[in-house]
């Protein structure tokens, strides 16, 4: 990974008053560059072939300027042009997995948020070993005979919400397994799935402190997942396996939703564990970041994944959230990169945020 | 249909710097209402034997007079009160059905929007002729012995929801069909749907352009259908079938729900396809209109059916969107209908509007 | 109960220029908190051991002063303090839960809204005497050998979500009942479910006009249960059955939505005639209160509970709701209560809404 030194020393070159905010026109880039624009900042849209025409409609979240790559590959060849325009990276999970996380973590450009995370969250044992050590209980692992409830089983090189099935139990399980491919088998908890949306800032004062810095809860929200969530009006999972129709798990879009209020005091726990976690580990996750979770009906939470980024499911919220309301009205988590990168600047500590 | 030049005839007998927005006072009056109120329109409010007390609850949404009819049969005969004040129809779904589509057509009173859509979309053939003309994809119609995949089957005179069933495969179909009654097969989409909630200008100049005027993308989605969305706590299919419990598809509500951004481009396309084929077979449908689709567990999106006006599913979104806020804040669709009149009257073109 | 003088001659104490606004850390108190704030009120927390910290996370609803008890058997003992800052509490569902009814029934201490719902709501018996004695239609009662249809099944003791069954229909229920435990059938009504959020203020004049104060609607929602939500992905009732896994339904959170506009003129008269009979039977039930309705495929609503209280489902509007929004923008639940104590304090009228 690039250092912090090689990165400071193009941030010290930076005209610091006229800082933009750049992206990969994807994912959650309206919601970035509106909030980006709503403190003031210039904005830069990366982009394929040529500028996507659907940003014409929504004029508020339209970036200043456009800069064409052929393709995402050749991302590299433009940072010269970046660092020109004074501009900060604001890295999404498309962005990422456009770009290959190993090129990512090796772009000489100043990026927010803290890179060395990606290596702990792309991997699934590091994953679990930084999530598992910060006292977070996770679905267990189970092996074959060792099944005794519904299981999630994921076929090896798995992607985008197939190559899954769940089983109930072991008699299932059996039926399914396609012993010809490599899998894992996770404990499938039956529950009502939430997904988290924090911020930590290492700068704010006030606010549910940590060790050092505050935590932020934005926002939640459930995903909408293609088929799996209509494919109950066809038939039960038995039902439909007879009939040759298999379950996936592609998510399309995001519902809005919020938790009971007595849920707050472990929700705020679980992303206070990750976040300490994470400083002592590779020196914080810095941002935003959402915890995929299952609330069982013992209102247990178990967070079965972390992105260590900016989620799609914020995208819902870009005129405020029921929690971030309670901040500042209106208030979206591409509005609070805004105005972290805004208060790292006035501080002069911008070296906290980017790397 | 009454011709634009009787229409126009009538307009120009309007005080034009006195408009005021009529609809029928059920489906979005109170976001139609409301949004005119906010464009400082006057608001007259048509309903059956005496104002809904319900008005009394939203005094931002209360039209400013109500205009009493003993039924909806009898609103050709109030035609001269709402011309007297200046009236522009907005018409919608319950609008349209309570009076009946052949009168409606000839109503000599300014309406908002392309009265010609009407022909095209109330007539399955024609409507798939327009889509489909416009190379959208549609769930295909299939014949009992070609069925090989989930279809839905409609008996003819199915109305709001019921008449209904869907079947797995063709032995579930034998099993269901009734043979003494009409029906057409459609294949079943297995995906998520979502409900696209668009708005073609002609006027407006900047935006989403196309080969005359902007496309607009306000918000969007998911009906809540009664029974189908809960009475699977009962069981399968299959099981509620042995139970004799009939699972039916009335709408009762609408849900808030977000895409995911990297499907903003298709579904802008999938809109532009339509109002330029529109524009070449019927003049243009004008202002609000809803594509119903499903979006596949490959990101595909199919379009099952179109409703050329305002949907009941805005209603969600009165105070703005996740997209309709990168416009302007808090728009709705009844706002940018009252903007569009609004526009049209400083412009002088409300012959482009109005039919 | 304790009597309405015993309350106004503490009231008549109080510094009413100086009232402060008190409920117990959970539940919907940031909601509460928020909007009392939005009205220019002191607020007071009350919480066991320590201020729970997620507040520091939420400025604009942190309280004003913590108040601490070790256990909230200890309420009684803070009275005195509470009645020196001049507070007015606001129960909500954890409130009267956490205290017991009795308990709260006698508090010395103002209340918004009438004490004497209480024991009309907390009985099966009277709350079904009430809501029908109203006119209104409930899920029948009935006996095993009656069962016709689905049923709901729950256990003397089910609390929070289990101790339930669905049973499609009679040989369904005796598979499934354990005849050594007391329980009572329901008749299970199949449609979709909103929870309507109400509220009834005795001194508005302008509005839904009852025979006495008028009527809102301010939002509704959809709750989350876990497991029930989501638990269909692993197998139908039958299927998981057979894997011993069961059905719960407990709230884990709550997900907005809109009703259709024709439903409104039923929605209103429910809410109505509940008012009414309330006035009637026990003096009124002031401020909000929830139906728990079912839409069926027919579009009757059935109710099935009453909350006479502030929803936590209200929470996800702390910012306003397609509905409330039409009465003033942005008007949370929480903002209405504030504004209610409000007006009768200056009219002089502490009385007609406190208990």
Not at 78 to 100: C, Q, W
């Amino acid at each position: 990974m690039i250092t912090k030194e090689e990165i400071m020393e193009i941030v010290e070159n930076y005209d610091q008053d006229n800082l933009s905010i750049a992206t990969v026109c994807s994912h959650s880039s309206l919601q970035i560059f509106y909030g980006a624009r709503q403190e003031g900042f210039r904005t830069i849209g990366i982009c394929v072939k040529e500028p996507p025409r659907f940003y014409d409609a929504f004029p508020l979240a339209k970036p200043d300027e456009f800069i064409v790559v052929d393709s995402y590959k050749e991302i590299p060849t433009i940072l010269d042009e970046l660092r020109t325009k004074n501009a900060i990276i604001i890295p999404h999970g498309s962005f990422v997995e456009y770009m290959g996380g190993e090129v990512f973590a090796e772009l000489p450009i100043p990026t927010f948020g803290n890179r060395a995370v990606l290596e702990w969250e792309s991997d699934r044992e590091m994953e679990r070993e930084w999530l598992e050590g910060a006292g977070i209980e996770m679905p267990k692992l189970v092996k074959p005979q060792e099944i005794d409830g519904p299981v999630m089983v994921k076929y090896h090189g798995a992607k985008g919400g197939r190559g899954f099935f769940v089983a109930k139990n072991y008699e299932e399980f059996q039926e399914h397994i396609d012993p010809n491919e490599k899998f894992t088998i996770q404990e499938f908890i039956v529950g009502t799935r939430y997904y988290l949306h924090f911020f930590y800032s290492p700068l704010r004062e006030e606010g549910y402190k940590l060790s050092t810095g505050i935590l932020e809860m934005l926002s939640m929200d459930r995903r909408v997942e293609s088929n799996a969530d209509e494919i109950f009006r066809l038939g039960s999972p038995k039902e439909l396996e007879e009939a040759d129709i298999i379950p996936t798990y592609v998510v399309t879009g995001n519902v809005p939703l919020v938790a009971r209020e007595s849920l707050l005091p472990k929700i705020f726990n679980l992303g206070e564990r990750v976040v300490e976690q994470s400083l002592e580990l590779f020196g914080g996750m810095i941002g935003p970041f959402c915890l995929e979770t299952v609330v069982t009906d013992k209102l247990e939470i178990k967070v079965f994944e972390i992105s260590a980024r900016i989620v799609a499911g914020t995208n819902i919220y870009l005129a405020g959230s029921p929690y971030s309301d309670l901040i500042e009205p209106n208030l979206s988590t591409g509005k609070r990169i805004a105005q972290e990168i805004k208060l790292a600047t006035s501080m002069g500590q911008l070296d906290k945020i980017l790397s």
